[in-house]
Nanobody
């Protein structure tokens, strides 16, 4: 299974913004549905957002709706996650993986995860 590489994490204050990127050098991501998951300390990994490879529809978890935006940058073969109005509860390691992206959720059937990128929101 091909793996994706995440980047763009960092430390910000509440209300701040970050943009995460997900790239792969060998596969054209525009043809695939890609999703973002996150895992907060001591919590299970949860699906955050996805973008469909077929029709471009997107999904957002209720906790991030209106604050996060997923998009493609086909020139860079990337899928980005723009995160605005960050809250402390957004803290965690963020991962991107190929998914099945539905209007009401996303599903990852694999068991391999990349290194992720750490997002810390703290004052």
């Amino acid at each position: 299974q091909w793996q994706l590489a995440e980047s763009g994490g960092g430390s910000v204050q509440p209300g701040g913004s970050l943009r995460l990127s997900c790239v792969n050098s060998g596969v054209t991501l525009a043809y695939y549905s890609i999703g973002w998951f996150r895992q907060a300390p001591g919590k299970e990994r949860e699906g955050v957002s996805c973008i469909s490879g077929s029709d471009g529809h997107t999904y957002y978890a209720d906790s991030v709706k209106g604050r996060f935006t997923i998009s493609r940058d086909n020139a860079k073969n990337a899928v980005n996650l723009q995160m605005n109005s960050l809250k402390s509860e957004d803290t965690g390691v963020y991962y991107c993986v190929p998914v099945s992206c539905y209007e009401r959720g996303l599903w990852y059937g694999g068991n391999e995860w990349g290194e992720g990128t750490l997002v810390t929101v703290s004052s």
